[in-house]
């Protein structure tokens, strides 16, 4: 029992860091600048 716990452990420790990998380097892949959007809310424009 101990042993399968210890596998779920580290298997859920290895799914967060994936996921957190994953998640960094979205946010770091995208252009950096100011972002326009025109829709039907009106003109938006965020720096990024």
């Known amino acids: 029992m101990q042993k399968n716990t210890l596998y779920l452990l580290v ?3 290895l799914v967060i860091v994936v996921g957190l990998g994953i998640y ?3 946010e ?3 252009p ?5 959007r025109i829709d039907q809310n009106g003109v938006q424009i965020e720096e990024n």
């Open 11 to 13: 298997g859920a420790l």
């Open 24 to 26: 960094v380097y979205q």
């Open 28 to 30: 770091e892949s995208q």
């Open 32 to 36: 950096s600048g100011v972002e326009m």
